[in-house]
């Protein structure tokens, strides 16, 4: 049956939660969202004076390329694509001040002198390590304890370790932070099927509301695992938290992803749009759901507004045609929106979600399972939209992905490589019309006549239908006999606690 419950993967990620339990228990009485700013602002750290320290030594030794080159010309390291770190910043200095109760300022400082040395980074580190609650001694622990991340040679360790480990704590944070944290943090099995069914490998990738920047990440990891060019995608996002945004630039530059064209204001996408002329091949997202505050009113006759003017209080519509707008051409948008999107009719929406569908829009609606998200119980879907259709014309893929996954605790789901291995390659093998056929209670192709039929609801389980039942080759007599058994058995028990229950009472003197 494809429409099971995962089972609990076991593989561990000893270095990652180890070095988490190390810092988590440095923490004491400082809040996780005060928190991750000074982990985080120290693995960042760790990282680029990691890479200065490997071209440095390249320079000092003076071979091949880099014969009369001076170690300490910020040209020579621009030339690299690697940030210059001056002196009071770099890692061993950092070290050797750790145990003196002046550590905080020493790191403060060290992040100022990286700003003034490195444009593409001003106003993005954070300066809070001078601050009266955190404790000195567990500052210095905890410099010693990024200080053994990424132990070996080459800009790759750092890149992808320290990379790693950012985006684990990235991840742990969140959890701690619970719906605040899913501000800034998007869970990684939502990005990863997002990028498995977008499949970036070439062009523009936009994300209007792009948080820690996690969807640009695993866009560029697409590509890379895929044998592709990395240099053959541009990032392009905008972020309205400006500790948010800090988070992304940290994010991206650990990865070696140019951020240029990442911005920030505090008035938004819809206000304040930073990319105006922006014709994108992939657009991936995923917006706050349902807000009521977006500014509607004061943007009812904007030219984004192409198939219906949403609703002043919910922005969903909003977004979806703020996406459409910026989508070229043959573009194709991947974005997480609020399971009400399917089928609601209130201000318009409906009328806006028929648009879309009678102008063959809409390519794959995939519903999400509970628990998925930190920040939220609201239950989630994905959408895929395209322009420009050249295959599957009048056609959407519905699939129900309500049950797939498996629980990481009490909270939170996931999905295993297998879950999206299984949804994305659905949606490919329907795409390429390869040997694609519909599962009943899982994954269904159905043409806009039949969503016309619906009423233009978009919910995967009108059209997937509920799976058959398994023939488990025992006889219906024999079950009924079993279970009529069993019945007899349950209501003869039932009758003697009954009596029992009876003669309690009357014990006590009450008569039932």
Known sequence: MAKTTTKKPTKQEPLEKQLWAAADKLRKNIDAAEYKHIVLGLIFLKYISDAFEELYQKLIAGKGDYAGADPEDKDEYKAENVFFVPPTARWPHLLSNAKLPTIGKTVDEAMDAIEAENASLKGVLPKVYARQNLDPTSLGELIDLI???????????????????????????????????????????????????????????????????????????????????????????????????????????IRGIDSSQVKWNNEGSFLNDAHKDLKADYIIANPPFNVSDWSGEALRNDARWQYGVPPTGNANFGWVQHFLYHLAPQGLAGFVLANGSLSSNSGGEGEIRQRLVDEDLVECIVMLPKA????????????????????????????????????????????????????????????????????????????????????????????????????????????MEKLTIELREQMDEAQKLDKEIANQLKGIGIEI
């Open 147 to 253: 200080g053994n991340i990424a132990l070996g040679d080459a800009k790759a360790r750092s890149a992808d370790v320290l990379g790693h480990v950012f985006e684990y704590f990235l991840g742990q944070f969140a959890l701690d932070e619970g719906k605040k944290g899913g501000q800034f943090y998007t869970p990684r099995s939502v990005v990863e099927l997002l990028v498995e069914m977008l499949q970036p490998y070439k062009g523009r990738v936009f994300d209007p509301c792009c948080g820690s920047g996690g969807m640009f990440v695993q866009s560029e990891k697409f590509v890379q695992d895929h044998q592709g060019k990395i240099n053959d995608i541009s990032i392009y996002g905008q972020e309205s938290n400006q500790t948010t945004w800090r988070l992304c630039k940290m994010n991206l530059a």
């Open 372 to 479: 998925l998200f930190l920040n939220t119980g609201i239950p989630a879907c994905l959408w895929f939209l395209r322009r420009g259709k050249t295959k599957r014309k009048n056609e959407v893929l519905f699939i129900d992905g309500s049950e797939v996954g498996y629980m990481v605790n009490r909270r939170n789901r996931a999905f295993t490589d297998e879950d999206i291995k299984h949804m994305s390659g659905t949606y490919n093998q329907w795409f390429n019309e390869d040997e694609y056929e519909d599962i009943k209670g899982f994954c269904k192709s159905a043409s806009a006549e039949e969503i016309q039929k619906h009423k233009y609801v978009l919910t995967p389980g009108r059209y997937v239908g509920i799976p058959d039942e398994e023939d488990d080759g025992i006889p219906f007599e024999e079950k």
